[in-house]
């Protein structure tokens, strides 16, 4: 074993130490840590659902109705009717044959990649791919490629035609810079070269498109290009959990075999009422994406009048990049000091040499929030 306190003073002394903050009241834009007030900037809940009293609501009806805990996993007794209709809607909305719940889009990522390769399989994944899907990858004992990001080349010199048959994989929106992986050339290379293709949409679903069905509505991209598409409720929905959608053999594989969907208790049938009307809102509040749009924009354009280094992204995530470590913590730190909170983001999440602000503009933020960052921002930067 690790000499724990040894290793903990390393991670200290470079600056990696990690700590939670609990907060005490969350409601809409604004947390509560340590009795101070912020404007959160730190939050995937982008459309402001987490505290939509609609939800709330539904929550409630779902727990009088069933109960707060599911009781058991799903192939038990764990699944419930909240459960089926919300897997029935998600198919429909997304216009797919089925859909399946997992409690996480973590237990998601690990439960599909391990259930659908064999030993010695290719899987080619994007280099900055989420940790699931990477973990999921070394899980599943395939051979793992991990490709340039972004880069359709060097996954094509990467692919090797000696491997079984394997699989593409890749995050939709990149969790720590919010720009967009080539979802177009993705599909063209899969159909070219017969491989199917999974994503995961946990930033693009809710968020993504005119009517929010995600990457694929953003790029017009057909359905059923995508073999396997993963989405996660705890983001643009409001709630927790996440779900797979793909053709009726893949779902009934993942009943089958998918570890961590058989041996984990169903998550509970109040939330999956509560994201049926996160679906309702999704559908019918499209000024909710528009409102991003128009954050996005107005921070973006302001933080390049302050010379601030900005990732390539036209999404809510908005990375400012900062390199050093404990220069990322003291930024995070000075825009505490202002009311806003920001959190730094370190390696290992991000590459050495590239910790950052990573912020995320909700709807539910307000121009002046947006101003208030900015002025912060400039304040920092004359510090
Ligand atoms: C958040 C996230 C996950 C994990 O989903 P959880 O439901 O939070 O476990 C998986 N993939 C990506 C790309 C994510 O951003």
Redesign the pocket.
Known sequence: MLDLKDALAQQRQQSLYRQRHAVSRRDNNKIIIDGRPYTNFAS?DYLGLANDPRLIEAFKQGAERYGVGSGAAQLITGYSSAHQALEERIAAFLGRPRALL????????LGVITSLLARDSQLLIDRR?????VDAARLSRAKLTRYHTRDISSLNQQLDTRSKPGLIIS?????MDGDIAPLPALVTLSQQRGLPILI????GFGVLGNTGRGCLEHFSTSNNDVNIY?G????ACGT???FVCGSEELIETLIQKARSFIYSTAAPPAIAHATLTSLDIIEQEPWRRENISALVKRFRTGAEQLGLALSNSSTAIQAVLIGDNDAALAASEHLKSQGLYITAIRPPTVPKGTARLRITLCSHHHKNDVDQLLSALESWQAA
């Open positions: 995937n997992f409690s996480s889009g973590y237990m998601a990522n791919s989420h940790a699931s899907l995050d939709s929106v990149f969790s995961d949409d946990a930033h993963i996660t409720l705890g983001k927790a959990g996440a």
